[in-house]
């Protein structure tokens, strides 16, 4: 599990990278699909791993908008900042906990239960296939995207 995470983890450094070279108001543009445009797409990846990551540790989720985090510095901070809490949860991840359980109540009054393992492996595939959209709008700007192999990226 954990080298999927940090398979997340190093595409999704290559994607702020990449937008290095990207003006400002194509990151923020709202775009089809997705949660609305580049910047806020990282931005959401970032805010659901640690959210869900809270809820297994037992710690509240981060509900701060996108607006207050609207630049490629402030969302590589808060990436950053999330990453020293949520890596030591995915390292210390051992088959006992796969079978735990989370109950919680969505904002609508609905309950809800999900194992642990069922969370940290949508936290993977919500990340994957945010880094997919990425790489469709990269296109539409005629720029190549950030490389989705796994392989020779030093995992093993």
């Given at each position: 599990?954990?080298?999927?995470?940090?398979?997340?983890?190093?595409?999704?450094?290559?994607?702020?990278?990449?937008?290095?070279?990207?003006?400002?108001?194509?990151?923020?543009?709202?775009?089809?699909?997705?949660?609305?445009?580049?910047?806020?797409?990282?931005?959401?990846?970032?805010?659901?791993?640690?959210?869900?990551?809270?809820?297994?540790?037992?710690?509240?989720?981060?509900?701060?908008p996108f607006d207050a985090y609207a630049s490629l510095k402030q969302?590589?901070?808060?990436?950053?900042?999330?990453?020293?809490?949520?890596?030591?949860?995915?390292?210390?991840?051992?088959?006992?906990?796969?079978?735990?359980?989370?109950?919680?109540?969505?904002?609508?009054?609905?309950?809800?239960?999900?194992?642990?393992?069922?969370?940290?492996?949508?936290?993977?595939?919500?990340?994957?296939?945010?880094?997919?959209?990425?790489?469709?709008?990269?296109?539409?700007?005629?720029?190549?995207?950030?490389?989705?192999?796994?392989?020779?990226?030093?995992?093993?």
């Amino acid at each position: 599990m954990l080298k999927l995470f940090e398979y997340n983890w190093q595409v999704r450094q290559d994607w702020f990278d990449w937008c290095r070279d990207v003006p400002e108001e194509e990151l923020l543009k709202k775009r089809t699909g997705g949660v609305g445009g580049i910047l806020h797409t990282l931005f959401h990846i970032i805010d659901v791993e640690y959210s869900w990551i809270c809820g297994l540790e037992g710690k509240p989720e981060f509900k701060e908008p996108f607006d207050a985090y609207a630049s490629l510095k402030q969302v590589m901070d808060l990436s950053a900042e999330f990453h020293k809490e949520v890596r030591p949860f995915t390292a210390a991840w051992t088959e006992d906990m796969e079978q735990k359980v989370l109950t919680d109540t969505w904002p609508n009054g609905e309950k809800v239960s999900f194992k642990y393992g069922e969370i940290m492996r949508h936290v993977i595939a919500h990340e994957i296939h945010h880094i997919g959209q990425l790489s469709v709008w990269s296109r539409e700007l005629g720029k190549v995207p950030v490389t989705a192999n796994f392989i020779r990226r030093g995992l093993f």
